[in-house]
């Protein structure tokens, strides 16, 4: 038991250590009812000039769910009561380009996700936290293969 503790005391000071040689900084960030949530952190990213950011982590809820389900070109909007277990992506271009996914579940556990499109209100909060690295710059660029905006990083 006591070398199990300390390997993991060991990994989280290298996690530490790590995130400061790269000079990773965190944001956090609370949204309110009826706020959107891509929206408002796309602007909270954009007001800050994050060159790189990524989501780390939220919790909260929504009273509306808009998303783009996988390879659909026709949007997925629902009214009601969700949880939000999880949402992961990065922010380009100072947040004028975001690639969001976002997983739900509602009061049966019944769970769905898709890319983060705006139009997902807030029901009670949304505790988010933001990563920024500031060794890198992401933007996006059209990929002659895909079609689609995609990643480009660029190292400072």
Do not use: W
Request: some cysteine.
């Amino acid at each position: 038991m006591c070398k199990l503790y300390n390997s993991l005391i060991l990994v989280a000071f290298i996690a530490l250590f790590s995130c400061q040689q790269n000079h990773v900084k965190s944001y956090a960030l609370r949204l309110k009812p009826g706020m959107d949530l891509k929206q408002e952190m796309a602007q909270f990213v954009k007001d800050r000039q994050l060159k790189s950011a990524s989501i780390s982590t939220c919790v909260g809820s929504l009273k509306e769910l808009n998303i783009r389900p996988a390879n659909q070109k026709e949007l997925l909007h629902l009214k009601g009561h969700f949880e939000i277990v999880s949402l992961t992506g990065t922010f380009a271009d100072k947040g004028e380009h975001n690639h969001i996914h976002i997983s739900v579940s509602d009061s049966t556990g019944y769970t769905i996700g898709g890319h983060l499109v705006d139009g997902n209100l807030i029901y009670t909060t949304a505790e988010i936290v933001l990563l920024n690295n500031s060794n890198i710059e992401f933007t996006r660029e059209i990929d002659p293969e895909t079609t689609f905006y995609e990643l480009k990083v660029k190292e400072n």
